[in-house]
Nanobody, 124 residues
């Protein structure tokens, strides 16, 4: 059973940075795609970024491109989301996700495994 434990959220001022971590266990992830979604109060879950574990290929939502970077550490089985130049509209609960297969998907329904979520709050 795949388990995802995400962490690293917090309160930061506009323009600040945070790094989220997602510790993955239960599988060998070479054939998996990992990613991050977020959900703000009253809004639907929104795709943020995805990474193909085997090759490191990435895919980003336009709203975060150039500010966020997704990466993975094979030795630690951990996925990261480095968030720079944060804005108040980035405030949300961020979820680590995983799916079997190498397609870089942006639809929540394609991901089978979800972390518990970590709150990110950006103050203006």
């Amino acid at each position: 059973q795949v388990q995802l434990v995400d962490s690293g959220g917090g309160l930061v001022q506009t323009g600040g940075s945070l790094r989220l971590s997602c510790a993955a266990s239960g599988r060998t992830f070479s054939m998996y795609t990992m990613g991050w979604f977020r959900q703000a109060p009253g809004k639907e879950r929104e795709f943020v970024a995805a990474i193909r574990w085997s090759s490191g290929s990435t895919y980003y939502a336009d709203s975060v491109k150039g500010r966020f970077t997704i990466s993975r550490d094979n030795a630690k089985n951990t996925v990261y989301l480095q968030m720079n130049s944060l804005k108040p509209e980035d405030t949300a609960v961020y979820y680590c996700v995983a799916k079997y297969g190498i397609t870089l998907a942006a639809r929540a329904s394609e991901y089978d495994y979800w972390g518990q979520g970590t709150q990110v709050t950006v103050s203006s």
